[in-house]
């Protein structure tokens, strides 16, 4: 692997057995064991991303994210971390850290996230639940559950 193609802060925990695409973008996060990081990858500080895990390309996972452990997320997903996003504040100037607060999302174990899905702040997704591609998902995703749309909506329970 050329270290020449990524791109990891010294603050980042890498659990043992972590795959690593070239072009990605770790800080300050947390990756649990075995899991796996495709190419074009940024996740931000203090995001936390469990035990085998697949994180495929082109996606994003900011600040304010959990990931348990054994979940797949497709390519290109982006989380959100805040529901009125503002580039100045009151006074004009550009924000800071300061003039916003980081709000959280989890994705419980064992979830599935389709590509392209956009997952806002505020929400989690079950245990075992299934996020079809190209969801909005806006409000929380009972455990074992199908949801796919915009806003993204139940279809059925996951079948065993």
């Known amino acids: 692997m050329a270290v020449s193609f990524l791109s990891i802060a010294d603050d980042v925990k890498l659990g043992e057995n972590v795959k690593l695409a070239k072009f990605i973008n770790l800080y300050g996060c947390t990756i649990g064991d075995n899991t796996k990081i495709g190419t074009f990858v940024e996740i931000q500080k203090n995001a936390l991303v469990g035990r085998n895990c697949k994180i495929s390309s082109h996606t994003f996972i900011c600040e304010g994210v959990t990931i348990e452990d054994d979940v797949f ?5 982006m989380f959100i971390n805040d ?4 580039a100045t ?8 850290e300061a003039d916003w ?3 959280p999302t989890l994705v419980k174990k064992g979830a599935s996230i389709g590509s392209g899905a956009v997952i806002l702040a505020n929400v989690t997704i079950g245990e075992n639940a299934i996020v079809g591609a190209g969801a909005v998902v806006t409000s ?3 455990p ?3 949801v796919a749309g915009n806003p993204a909506r139940l279809l059925r329970p996951v079948e065993s």
């Open 83 to 86: 529901t009125y996003p503002r």
């Open 144 to 146: 074992k559950a199908i």
């Open 89 to 96: 504040n009151c006074a004009g100037h550009l924000q800071t």
């Open 73 to 77: 997320i497709g390519h290109g997903v």
């Open 140 to 142: 929380d995703v009972p």
């Open 101 to 103: 607060k980081v709000e």
